[in-house]
C-alpha cells in the first residue's frame, strides 16, 4: 500500500481528524488555564505571591521578556505533549468504536455503586503506577531523554502542568490506554478521571505555599500531594514521586525528611523558599549523570 493510498483510508483520516480535534481543545484548554492562574497568583494586584512578596515560593517576574524567558521550555514541553495525548485520545475513542475497550453508557450497567468504586480504584492504580514510573524516570539512564525537560523548572508555575518530555507524555498516556482496555468504566468515570489529572497538576505545580498556612490544610498537606509537596520535589529531585497521594513516599522511604514540620502553620513561606537544590544536581548539564534514586 503506497502513502498516498495510505492517506486516504477512512479510518486514518478519522484518526487524523479527532487528534487535531483534541489537540486544538487540550492547547486551549492548557493555554487558558495556565494564564488565569499565573495571572491569579503572581500578576494579579495585591496577590500575596506578587513579585516583592516574601510568601511566594518563586522569585517574582514583572515584564513580558522575563515572564517568557521562565516558561519557554514549559509552553513547548506541554504542546509537544498535548500533541502525543490529542492522538492517544483520538486512538481509544477508535478502540471504543471498534468495541475494544471496557467503556460502557448506562450507569446501571455495572451498579451505581461501582461508579465510584471504579473511579477510586483508577485513581489509586494510576498513583502506584505514577510514583514507580515517575522514580524510574529519575534514574541516570533514564532522566536525559524521560524528564529532563519537566525539571527546566526548579520553581514551577501553573505553566509546567504539562511540561512532560515527549517519551514521558507517552509513558504516561500507556496508563489511561491501558485503563480503558482493561478496566469496566462508564464514560463519566473517564471523564472524572481526565479532570482529577488536569486540577491536580496545575494545582501541584502553582509554586506557592498555598494551603499550609493553617492546622487543616497541614494536615491535609501530610496526607494529599500539593504545591509544596511538589514544589519540594522540584528542589530537592529525590524526594516526593507521588501524583496523589503521600502513601507511596511514605512506604518508600522518599518523604522529604522534616516535611511535616515544613507544613506546620508556624514555619514561613520565606524559609520553606529558602531550600535550595543540592548541589550535586546544580548544573542543568551535568542533571542525567547526577540524579538517581533515593
Not at 495585591?46 to 514583572?62: D, E, I, Q, V, Y
Not at 461508579?115 to 541516570?140: C, E, K, M, N
Not at 507521588?242 to 502553620?265: C, H, I, K, N
Request: aromatic share 14%; glycine share 8%.
Amino acid at each position: 500500500m503506497t502513502f498516498s493510498l495510505l492517506l486516504e483510508n477512512p479510518s486514518l483520516q478519522e484518526l487524523c481528524r479527532h487528534s487535531v480535534i483534541f489537540f486544538i481543545v487540550t492547547v486551549a484548554g492548557y493555554v487558558a488555564a495556565a494564564s488565569s492562574l499565573y495571572w491569579l497568583l503572581y500578576l494579579r494586584r495585591g496577590s500575596r505571591f506578587s513579585a516583592g512578596s516574601t510568601s511566594g515560593l518563586k522569585p517574582g517576574f514583572t515584564t513580558l521578556t522575563q515572564i517568557w524567558a521562565a516558561i519557554r521550555s514549559d509552553v513547548i514541553l506541554s504542546v509537544m505533549s498535548s500533541g502525543i495525548f490529542s492522538v492517544c485520545a483520538a486512538l481509544m475513542m477508535m478502540a471504543y468504536k471498534l468495541g475494544y475497550t471496557r467503556l460502557y453508557q448506562q450507569p446501571d450497567q455495572h451498579g451505581l455503586w461501582y461508579l465510584g468504586f471504579s473511579l477510586v480504584l483508577v485513581i489509586v492504580l494510576q498513583d502506584t503506577y505514577f510514583y514507580f514510573t515517575h522514580r524510574l524516570s529519575h534514574h541516570p539512564r533514564c532522566y536525559k531523554w524521560l524528564h529532563q525537560g519537566h525539571h527546566q523548572s526548579k520553581n514551577p508555575t501553573p505553566w509546567t502542568a504539562f511540561a512532560f518530555d515527549p517519551a514521558e507524555a507517552m509513558l504516561q498516556a500507556i496508563y489511561l490506554m491501558g485503563a480503558v482496555l482493561l478496566i469496566p468504566m462508564h464514560v463519566s468515570v473517564l471523564v472524572a478521571v481526565v479532570m482529577v489529572m488536569t486540577t491536580g497538576a496545575l494545582i501541584h505545580h502553582f509554586g506557592v505555599r498555598l494551603f499550609e498556612d493553617s492546622a487543616v490544610g497541614a494536615w491535609l498537606g501530610s496526607w494529599l500531594v500539593g504545591c509544596t509537596h511538589h514544589w519540594l520535589h522540584h528542589r530537592k529531585y529525590t524526594v516526593h514521586y507521588s501524583l496523589y497521594f503521600t502513601f507511596w513516599d511514605r512506604v518508600m522511604g522518599t518523604q522529604y525528611d522534616g516535611y511535616e514540620a515544613v507544613l506546620s502553620p508556624t514555619v514561613s513561606a520565606a524559609s520553606v523558599g529558602a531550600i535550595a537544590p543540592e548541589a550535586a544536581i546544580a548544573g542543568l548539564k551535568n542533571r542525567g549523570a547526577t540524579c538517581s534514586k533515593r
